[in-house]
Nanobody
Framework: QVQLVESGGGLVQPGGSLRLSCAAS????????MGWYRQVPGKERELVAN???????NYADSVKGRFTITRDNVKNTVILQMNNLKPEDAGVYYC??????????????????WGQGTHVTVSS
């Protein structure tokens, strides 16, 4: 019913920047929180940053001051601007959205959706 498509990952040197984008599409009535999570091998997926419909943001301590999350409620997109990247920022980044969807029977249901993941590598 809802698809999240991510883009913008890649290889960057320490101190560099990357911009991750995520676009939501489908039977969307509204989107509550949108966010980005990171996962590295052998560890659980962890929150990097999220943003509410009203623009309230929340960041992991490790990225405060370096990452900025923004969203466009008309286009249903969320952006993660990552500056001054460190090797420990590397991993697979997943877009996440808490969505109120319109079902085939015209009802509203809340569900959480994930993107397919985009790789971020920080290395010299």
């Amino acid at each position: 019913q809802v698809q999240l498509v991510e883009s913008g990952g890649g290889l960057v040197q320490p101190g560099g920047s990357l911009r991750l984008s995520c676009a939501a599409s489908g039977s969307i009535f509204s989107i509550y929180d949108m966010g980005w999570y990171r996962q590295v091998p052998g560890k659980e997926r962890e929150l990097v940053a999220n943003i509410s419909m009203g623009g309230r943001t929340n960041y992991a301590d490790s990225v405060k001051g370096r990452f900025t999350i923004t969203r466009d409620n008309v286009k249903n997109t969320v952006i993660l601007q990552m500056n001054n990247l460190k090797p420990e920022d590397a991993g697979v980044y997943y877009c996440n959205a808490d969505v109120q969807v319109i079902t085939s029977s015209a009802r509203l249901e809340d569900s959480v959706y994930w993107g397919q993941g985009t790789h971020v590598t920080v290395s010299s």
